[in-house]
């Protein structure tokens, strides 16, 4: 399956400051989803890149797809305790099932 | 629209046992897949069923991992026997088709320690 390696593994942040998450491939990816698992919880879909270069946005979070479709980020503007949680990117297989990445735990500081 | 169920929530059994988990997707989803999440870890795909037919069960260690779904509804994994290093959450997701990837919706999930 496609490997997808995300950084940092781990990110600290005070309430009200910016975070970002990235996801990297060593193959172009077809799409990347993003996910995000609360502490105890399950993942949670949260959006869908399919084009180069492409950028959505959702209120604070801000998803990016690399112009060669081999990274993505995640970007939370002024990070609420609400964010805590861990984030996942994941591609699409042959089958068009998914294969995560390692996550980014994000810890908000109130 | 009713989520993606799974039972049991919690088990607890010891190394070399058996034990089984039940999913029932949301009703239409053709696809359903089982994921293990091990502490710290992304979810790790163990199996996709489309309808009741396997799709991709390459990550299954079929030594002692099974997956079923008969009549292409809910499905069922067992672990017999179980090793220490199965120890994780057993994730349930399933979408829409298979072939239109708009975001897994994933269960509860079965929490399985290994003792």
């Known amino acids: 399956g496609q490997q997808v390696m995300q950084i940092p593994q781990y990110q600290h942040v005070q309430e009200g400051e910016d975070f970002t998450t990235y996801c990297n491939s060593s193959?172009?990816?077809?799409?990347i989803q993003w996910y995000k698992q609360r502490p105890g919880g399950h993942p949670v879909f949260l959006i869908q890149?399919?084009?180069?270069?492409e950028v959505k946005k959702q209120k604070r979070l801000t998803f990016q797809f690399g112009e060669a479709k081999k990274n993505s980020s995640l970007h939370i503007t002024a990070t609420q305790t609400t964010d805590v949680g861990t984030y996942f990117c994941?591609?699409?297989?042959?089958?068009?099932?998914?294969?995560f990445g390692t996550g980014t735990r994000l810890t908000v500081i109130p | 629209e009713a989520g993606v169920a799974q039972s049991p929530r919690y088990k607890i059994i010891e190394k070399r046992q058996s034990v089984a988990f039940w999913c029932n997707p949301i009703?239409?989803?053709?696809?359903l897949y089982w994921y293990q999440q091990i502490l710290g870890q992304g979810p790790k795909l163990l199996i996709q069923f489309q309808n009741n037919g396997v799709v991709d069960d390459s990550q299954l260690p079929k030594d002692r991992f099974s997956a079923e779904r008969l009549k292409g509804v809910d499905s069922t994994l067992k672990i017999q026997p179980a090793k220490l290093e199965d120890s994780a959450v057993y994730l349930c997701?399933?979408?829409?088709?298979?072939?239109?990837?708009?975001?897994?919706?994933f269960g509860s999930g079965t929490r399985l320690t290994v003792v």
């Open positions: 997701a399933s979408s829409s088709r298979q072939g239109e990837v708009r975001g897994y919706t």
């Open positions: 193959t172009t990816l077809s799409n």
């Open positions: 994941s591609s699409a297989g042959g089958a068009n099932n998914l294969f």
């Open positions: 009703s239409g989803h053709a696809t």
């Open positions: 890149l399919v084009k180069s270069g």
